[in-house]
């Protein structure tokens, strides 16, 4: 036989090998996947009040105090919760070369806590990704729903269409501001030229989610000192699945709230840990809805990724980052909100897991990954993670020389490695900068 017959043979098999692995490999990716998902069927994380202790500032995860020179992006406005219009795939998105930001605003002369009752959600465009031009409102006030709107996000599909999710506060024309959360979606053409960045043609405002009382509380389910949750709608397409989902921050749904034994921690720590009462009224958790058309119009609520009943009420903006074969779950949470007899800082806390739905592992053993420093620990809030390591958050309440300011502006980039089931901050860039 010639030599080159012999190749040809060898070649043949080679490739036929190969084709064998790749099956093989499709066909254990997808097992682990269906196993997962059987075994998992029911499954919602705790993070339990033994976990929830020991919060410590160190130099990995506290943030140096702000620069009070720092520049307002748009002067007239309070600006707070920001995010970036991103892909499907969660990451940036760029249009014809702008990239674009949404963020809640209020104006100025607006009394700060006030802010709340007033927000509304608008757009600014950046060539470079640090110096933001405010546009507007993101839609026509008149159309959207809610007395205000609170924070969400927003994915440009490849039609170019922006699918743009919030949350409706409230109801249109109310007297009195009520505290009903409904999650809303519309969508908009978006287009950019040298001029710019313009946004249009949306479409009608839709309820698409609404809590049911089992998995999620009602308004008048809610009890406690602090408003129920339901809210923040965060878009996330698996990479593994391709199913999508929102994410949001809800509270356990029920009208008789009790801890179960793992809200608390296992059975030595039970035996001295003393819960104080009312913790069984802080019962935040993040709330997952999985779509149920491709126009993503259609949502189903499945029960919660995560609880924390007894730790704390508010498990704000969630969101979940895919890096390295793992999933990132973050969420945002205030010193006022962990139950009583817990003490964990304002912070974006994290944990991480092997699927979506899975057993989550709080990131540095307790889960806080950022907080403020110590002399000014309500100087920033309401961190929000881009592209799995830049992240944006406001400057809030800080000092300077002792006296209280407000900032409502964006609050210096902060930079953060993941590694496993540890976080560090690396650098701290300008304000509201974002990197592709
Ligand atoms: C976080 C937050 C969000 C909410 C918004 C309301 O800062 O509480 O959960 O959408 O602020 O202003």
């Not at 190749?7 to 997808?30: H, Q, T």
């Not at 600006?79 to 702008?98: C, E, F, H, M, Q």
Request: glycine residues 8%; charged residues 20%.
């Amino acid at each position: 036989m010639s030599k080159g017959k012999n190749f040809k043979r060898a070649y043949g098999r080679l490739s036929a090998l190969m084709i064998c692995l790749g099956i093989l490999l499709v066909a254990f990716l997808n097992f682990r996947q269906l196993t997962h998902n059987i075994i998992n069927i029911g499954y919602t994380e705790i993070w339990s009040r033994q976990q929830a202790q020991n919060f410590e500032l160190t130099k990995e995860n506290t943030a140096p105090n702000i620069n009070p020179n720092f520049k307002l992006a748009a002067p007239d406005l309070w600006i707070w919760d920001t995010w970036p219009l991103t892909k499907r795939d969660g990451s940036l998105a760029v249009v014809n070369g702008y990239k674009v930001i949404f963020a809640l605003t209020a104006p100025r002369n607006v009394e700060w806590n006030k802010r709340h009752d007033v927000a509304v959600i608008s757009y600014f465009y950046s060539e470079d990704g640090k110096d933001w031009t405010y546009k507007g409102p993101a839609y026509n006030i008149e159309d959207a729903l809610g007395s205000r709107q609170w924070a969400g996000s927003a994915m440009l599909d490849e039609n170019g269409k922006v699918q743009f999710f919030y949350t409706a506060t409230g109801r249109k024309g109310e007297a009195v501001r009520t505290f009903e959360q409904r999650l809303v979606k519309t969508t908009f053409n978006i287009s950019a030229d040298r001029n710019g960045v313009y946004i249009s043609n949306w479409s009608k405002h839709n309820v698409i989610l609404e809590p049911d009382g089992v998995y999620y509380e009602t308004m008048q389910q809610a009890k406690g000192p602090i408003i129920y949750s339901f809210r923040d709608p965060y878009f996330f397409c698996d990479p593994v699945t391709g199913r999508e989902y929102l994410l949001f921050e809800g509270n356990k749904g029920g009208d008789n709230q009790k801890l179960k034994p793992e809200n608390i921690g296992d059975e030595l720590f039970r035996k001295t840990h003393i819960v104080p009462p009312g913790a069984e009224n802080f019962n935040g958790n993040i709330g997952i809805a999985v779509a149920e058309n491709k126009d993503l119009t259609k949502f189903k609520l499945l029960q919660p990724l995560l609880e924390a009943a007894g730790v704390n009420q508010q498990l704000e903006r969630p969101q979940v980052v895919f890096k390295e074969n793992q999933y990132y779950l973050f969420t945002i949470s205030h010193r006022f909100t962990f139950a009583p007899g817990l003490n964990g800082p304002d912070g974006l806390y994290g944990f991480v897991g092997d699927f979506l739905r899975s057993k989550y592992k709080p990131l540095n053993g307790n889960g806080l990954v950022i907080t403020n420093p110590d002399n000014d620990p309500y100087q920033t809030y309401s961190w929000y993670v881009v592209s799995g390591d830049s992240i944006l958050s406001f400057i809030n309440e800080y000092h300077v020389n002792g006296e209280l300011r407000y900032g409502g502006t964006f609050a210096p980039t902060l930079r953060i490695n993941l590694k496993g089931d540890e976080s560090e901050i690396t650098e701290e860039l300008a304000e509201g900068v974002i990197i592709p």
